[in-house]
């Protein structure tokens, strides 16, 4: 997780624009079980692509209280439906 951690980091530093490295660095922090960090990073996702359904209920299962967050099985499933390779 820490190389993937560092590489998405920095994917978002090199194109700050861009909602899909947000998205993958708040895969990979959640899948690490920060869930209200990850949170806030696909906040930040959705504000660049207000459009994105995945990453709005995503932020709405996060946000449900009780919820354990999500965590791998959340990025599973949009690896699953996005048509992307693991991580």
Request: proline share 6%.
């Amino acid at each position: 997780f820490i190389l993937g951690n560092a590489a998405f980091q920095r994917a978002t530093e090199v194109e700050p624009r861009n909602p899909a490295h947000f998205i993958d660095l708040g895969k990979i922090i959640g899948m690490s079980g920060q869930y209200d960090r990850a949170r806030q990073i696909f906040q930040h996702a959705l504000k660049l692509d207000p459009s994105n359904k995945w990453v709005a209920q995503t932020i709405k299962q996060l946000s449900e209280p009780g919820a354990v967050g999500g965590g791998p099985e959340v990025a599973s499933s949009h690896t699953q439906r996005s048509g992307r390779g693991g991580l």
